[in-house]
């Protein structure tokens, strides 16, 4: 497999950066380019993780200017009661047509696809390092085993343990 | 009605309480009851767990 290459522009929410930190594995995020966040969310990301974006190790760009919401993106964000962090991210992402939107949170998540973006979480960048030869199978099973234990990612046991299942089915582990 | 006891983080509490005081609930338990209605309304099982499993498709077999 080859390294992906190319233009990996993301726009982050403080989920992923918060739950991949708890893991010591921010250095995933490190592969979007540029990766993006507000200052909304840098606050977020702070307050409950407050090195985080100090230790990172690789450039998180600051989106300071917080472009017009738009009607569409202003309807989502009163029916799915977005935070002020989640409002900002995708009022960026809306003005970059194929950007990722990184995010765990469903609303949010819900709101990124109806504006057209690419959105992913916490699993999804964790398990997209094998592929992207960041971690091996075997670490990132490792990593998976940890999020109920070292993470405030919330997920269901049993869907947790049919995904560690699944990659070490597919990588034969 | 249920009654739910939980620990909250102080600095949190901080901000509930702040929110309260400056007359925006009438009090603690209205606050935390209107932040898990909209919780609910917008986090529903099926949704999560789809988007869980629409990650691991693209974590494993995506193209970007």
Sequence with gaps: ?173 | MKAICTEVPDRMYVEVKSLVDSGWFRNEDDLILEALRRFLDTHKVELMEQYIREDVEWGLHGKD
């Design chain 1, 1 to 173: 497999m080859e390294k992906i290459k190319g233009y990996n522009a993301a726009v982050c929410d403080a989920g992923p950066v918060i739950h991949l930190d708890e893991l010591g594995s921010l250095d995933l995020l490190s592969d979007f380019h540029p990766l993006m966040i507000s200052k909304t969310v840098q606050s977020e990301i702070i307050k409950h993780r407050p090195t985080a974006l100090k230790s990172a190790g690789f450039e998180i760009k600051l989106v300071d200017l917080i472009p017009s919401q738009g009607p569409r993106l202003s309807v989502l964000s009163k029916a799915l009661s977005l935070d002020q962090g989640e409002l900002e991210s995708l009022s960026v992402a809306q003005e970059m047509p194929g950007v990722f939107f990184l995010t765990d949170d469903a609303a949010a998540r819900l709101a990124g696809e109806e504006l057209g973006c690419k959105v992913h979480g916490t699993i999804g960048i964790i398990l997209r390092a094998i592929r992207n030869k960041m971690k091996t199978p075997h670490e990132v099973v490792g990593l998976l085993s940890q999020i109920p234990n070292k993470t405030t990612l919330f997920l269901r046991p049993a869907l947790l343990e049919e995904i560690i299942q699944k990659v070490k089915k597919e990588y034969s582990l």
